[in-house]
């Protein structure tokens, strides 16, 4: 049998605080949630690997590092609002929740949305409303939000997403290269009502389905 606990400790110390995932808030957001809970009871034992889990349909829970990493160069407060795009089976929101007032999760599987919202409630996650849509359109009628994590690659960072930061608002994601290499982690802010991103650190994270090409946000 797994012992989860250790699995979730080795995780910190061993993937986590070795690539800069420093900041204490999330290290012990990411020390006490059960990961291994937000995914199906098959998928349980690899829960803490350093690599993407796939849930099916093209869809994968983030490996660790690039998930945490993301969540710090977001610099989340505590009076923030959240969004979480594609949020799946609610991992990514649960961290979110625990640093910041509040989470919009934005899913358009009915099926992963389900999970997300059994588990949450199970492990008592406050803080969290869920939104059935299509991912790169985001939650406009619930923004706009001082951080948004769009939890997978996308090639580009829809504009209907980025039209939703607040000023001072900061956007992490993973851009995905055309060609199939590494994509690259992102952060974007806005910042006198214009959204300029910078690049972070190679992700190998797979590309999220669904996103169609018009409309995109060009940076």
């Given amino acids: ?40 009871e098959g998928l349980r034992s690899v829960a803490y690997a350093d690599d993407d889990v796939p849930l099916g349909n093209g869809r994968f829970m983030m490996e660790p590092m690039v998930l945490a990493r993301l969540i710090q160069f977001l610099q989340p407060q505590a009076g923030d ?4 795009v594609a949020a799946g089976r609610g991992y990514g929101a649960a961290i979110l929740a625990r640093l910041v007032q509040s989470v919009v999760a934005v899913e358009a599987d009915a099926g992963l949305a389900a999970a997300a919202q059994k588990t949450l409630r199970e492990l008592g996650v406050s803080g969290v409303e ?17 951080v948004i994590l769009i939890e997978g690659a996308v090639r580009e960072v829809p504009k209907a997403i980025a039209d939703q930061l607040a000023e001072g608002g900061r956007l992490a994601t993973v851009v995905a290269d055309p060609s199939g290499a590494l994509g ?26 669904g996103f169609a090409p018009p409309a995109r946000f060009t940076f």
């Fill in 1 to 40: 049998m797994t012992d989860f606990a250790l699995a979730r400790r080795n995780m910190v110390e061993g993937q986590l605080r070795p690539n800069r995932v420093n900041d204490a808030g999330l290290l012990a957001a990411l020390g006490e949630l059960p990961r291994e809970r937000f995914l199906p």
């Fill in 81 to 84: 609002k959240a969004m979480v």
């Fill in 130 to 146: 869920q939104v059935a849509g299509e991912a790169e359109q985001g939650a406009a009628s619930s923004g706009p939000f001082d």
């Fill in 184 to 209: 690259v982690a992102h952060l974007f802010v806005k910042q006198g009502g214009v959204v300029s991103g910078r690049p972070l650190f190679d992700a190998g994270t797979p590309a999220l389905p």
